[in-house]
Nanobody, 125 residues
């Protein structure tokens, strides 16, 4: 059974940085799409970034492009989301998700079969 466990969330002032981690277990994820989504109170869930782990192709939402970097460490079965220049509007619960390779694109509308429990990111002004 696939299990995804996020960590690294917290509170930070605007302009600060955070790095989220997603540890995957239960499968070998070298050929999957790993993604980060977020959901703010009262808003729909939205895709933030995705990475096709086999070749390292990355995809970013326009709202975060240039401020976040998604990466992965195959040896640790872990995906990271480095976030810089954080804004108050980045405040949300961040979720890690795993899907098939074809789920990786800029729309984040593909099928993601496994989800983590989320880690909260709060950015204050």
């Amino acid at each position: 059974q696939v299990q995804l466990v996020e960590s690294g969330g917290g509170s930070v002032e605007a302009g600060g940085s955070l790095t989220l981690s997603c540890a995957a277990s239960g499968y070998t994820y070298t050929d999957n799409c790993m993604a980060w989504f977020r959901q703010a109170p009262g808003k729909e869930r939205e895709g933030v970034a995705a990475i096709y782990t086999r070749v390292g192709s990355t995809y970013y939402a326009g709202s975060v492009n240039g401020r976040v970097t998604i990466s992965h460490d195959n040896a640790k079965n872990t995906v990271y989301l480095q976030m810089n220049s954080l804004k108050t509007e980045d405040t949300a619960m961040y979720y890690c998700a795993a899907g098939r390779p074809y789920s990786c694109d800029n729309t984040f509308s593909g099928v993601f079969e496994a989800w983590g429990q989320g880690t909260q990111v709060t950015v204050s002004s």
